[in-house]
């Protein structure tokens, strides 16, 4: 073996090892997977906190429609009793006997306390 052959062999040797730590560094790390773990985790949390916002807002208005329906069942029950007194009123001082009045149910009588009835 000559000295040409041991400059090649030497050669080889340090080109193999910058390969090797040239591939180390370009390899990604444990902490930069990590990181981009927690990138993707979070967009996805972002994503689905954006979805429950749209619902929430979407329930919103149901409920203000709904509570909206509520009040005016409330005030038609107020004006179908206070219309039904005024209707026997008007039959007694008519000289007449109204119908005896049926019972309130018992589903009904806390709604009609709330309405002031």
Do not use: C, H
Not at 84 to 100: C, D, F, M, N
């Amino acid at each position: 073996m000559g000295v040409d052959t041991w400059i090649q062999a030497g050669m080889a040797v340090v080109g193999s090892a910058g390969a090797i730590v040239s591939a180390r560094s370009a390899r990604r790390t444990k902490r930069q997977e990590k990181r981009d773990d927690f990138t993707e985790i979070k967009t996805a949390l972002n994503e689905r906190i954006d979805d429950l916002k749209e619902d929430i807002a979407g329930q919103q208005v149901q409920i203000t429609g709904q509570q909206e329906q509520i009040t005016g069942q409330g005030a038609a029950i107020s004006w179908l009793v206070v219309d039904r007194r005024g209707l026997v009123s008007t039959i007694r001082s008519a000289g007449l006997k109204p119908p005896p009045a049926r019972p309130i149910p018992d589903r009904a009588k806390p709604y009609l306390d709330s309405i002031d009835v």
